[in-house]
């Protein structure tokens, strides 16, 4: 199994979901602003969801599925985003980011300061060669973050994805292990 403890830096910390998180996670990610820029959130995810959701993320650690981390701020203990390593092909050794922040925190470096600790667990932990990350086109505060973390847009997928009876255009981008410093 892997090293599942927490990654931490001077102002907030990663570690795996706890039963007790599901109230802030549902709160968080019930969010409008959250339902509206990621593609792969229900609409009211309520806290039974939640629970849900941290049990199935359990397993998918003890499988080496996905990594997904609740990103904490350090002192207050806060839940202030989500952050993973998902669909994790190990075989090929790849797998794609996957974050968002809750919006209270917006536009204050935590994606990308996060996406710096999730790439290191990716790289070094989980020795993959590649991390895949997407983002709908119009999200570009996602697209910023990624440019950030040194990404490399590689194009968009025309209506890749519907969302409430609409098709919207995805944009990919990928890091490689000799390319992330």
């Not at 904490?72 to 202030?80: A, C, I, K, Q």
């Not at 809750?102 to 710096?116: D, F, K, L, S």
């Not at 590689?154 to 990919?172: L, P, T, W």
Request: aromatic share 12%; glycine share 8%; hydrophobic share 35%.
């Amino acid at each position: 199994m892997r090293n599942n403890g927490p990654m931490a830096s001077e102002r907030l910390y990663l570690r795996p979901y706890r039963t007790s998180d599901a109230r802030a996670l549902s709160d968080m990610t019930s969010r409008d602003e959250i339902y509206r820029t990621t593609y792969n959130i229900q609409r009211d995810f309520d806290v039974e969801h939640a629970r849900w959701w941290i049990k199935f993320n359990a397993n998918c650690r003890r499988t080496g599925t996905s990594y997904e981390f609740g990103i904490f701020e350090s002192g207050t203990d806060r839940l202030v985003g989500n952050i993973g390593i998902v669909n994790i092909n190990s075989r090929c050794r790849h797998a794609t980011l996957a974050y968002y922040i809750h919006p209270e925190m917006w536009n204050r470096g935590i994606a990308t300061e996060a996406g710096r600790m999730i790439l290191e667990y990716a790289f070094g932990t989980l020795g993959l060669n590649r991390v895949g990350a997407v983002c709908m086109t119009g999200n570009a505060a996602s697209r910023r973050v990624l440019d950030k973390l040194g990404f490399a847009f590689e194009g968009v997928a025309r209506q890749e994805i519907m969302k409430d009876g609409v098709f919207y255009d995805v944009a990919h981008y990928g890091l490689l292990r000799s390319e992330f410093n």
